[in-house]
Structure formats: C-alpha cells, structure tokens
C-alpha cells in the first residue's frame, strides 16, 4: 500500500518534531531549534588562545527573546574586502531571524575557508522579578486612575440624563 503524498511528509514533519534537538544541533545546518537558556556557539578556530587580532565583524542582533553579539575573524588568506564585511553585517542585521541567518552565514564562510574564528554569544532576556512595594504603588495608581475614570463616567452620565 502506498502513503499518499500528504501523509508522507506529515509523518516526517510529526516525527522530527517529536526528536528532542540539543543547543548545539540547532547551529547544524538543517535543523532549526532556539536553546531555551543563554548559548554560545563557536566557529572555525575554538582555542581561544589561537585567536589574535581584533575581529573583522562584530555586531549585535537579536531573534525571539535572545541579544546576541557575534564576533568574527577572517582568515589572512580571506579574499574578502571590508566593504563586504560591511555588507554581511548590514545583512545580518536586517534579518528577522538573525541567529538562523548568523548560523547559515558562519557555516558557509567556514565551509570555504574564509572564517578563521567566530562566536556568536546570546544571552535570554529576562525580566527582573517585580518589587513587591512597587507593584503595590502601581496597583494604588492603577486603582486611583480606575476610580477617577469611574467617577467621570458617573458625572457625565448624570449631566446627559438631566433634563435640560
């Protein structure tokens, strides 16, 4: 029996959602999964002791709810100009999905032998836990404003109903 056409990739869509995908199987080329806490992810050159000299692209971006700082150098042998690592930068910065993009980016200058190192750094935005006294005051504030609105209402449905 055969499956028919949309079965097929349904069943494969299903199944690959079911796989767990660890941080680092989410830089692989392929597959797509954001790491539910802070990550860094390297390429190229990993000894940090090898890595000399300031890096040829360094930017922010952020996707979702990480702030990411890549950071990149190109090999001496690279034959790509300033102008182009502006280009990449600006790129990447417009990208809605800047640590995709960042990814698929890195994966290919390292795959031809351009990226000497580069580490991309994201750090998850967390809210600071609220101040009980604060949130108290905001919700007095809240309270006031709510009862002042009322008030308002009150007295201008009251002058609309009197007759005139």
């Not at 709810?65 to 990449?88: D, G, K, P, V, W």
Request: hydrophobic share 40%.
């Amino acid at each position: 029996m055969r499956m028919s056409r949309i079965v097929a990739p349904l069943l494969a869509a299903i199944g690959a959602q079911a796989l767990p995908v660890s941080e680092a199987a989410a830089q692989i080329p392929g597959l797509y999964s954001l790491p539910q806490s802070d990550f860094v992810w390297n390429w190229g050159t990993t000894d940090l002791e090898r890595r000399r000299g300031a890096a040829d692209i360094s930017m922010h971006g952020g996707e979702a709810q990480f702030q990411c700082e890549l950071n990149a150098q190109m090999r001496a042998s690279s034959t790509m100009t300033t102008t182009e690592y502006r280009q990449l930068e600006q790129d990447l910065s417009t990208r809605l999905d800047f640590i995709y993009a960042t990814s698929e980016a890195m994966n290919y200058l390292e795959q031809n032998r351009v990226l000497e190192w580069a580490m991309l750094d994201c750090k998850k935005y967390q809210e600071a836990p609220p101040d009980e006294a604060e949130s108290a005051e905001r919700e007095a504030r809240a309270r006031e404003k709510m009862q002042r609105e009322l008030d308002r209402r009150r007295a201008r449905d009251a002058r609309d109903a009197a007759p005139e």
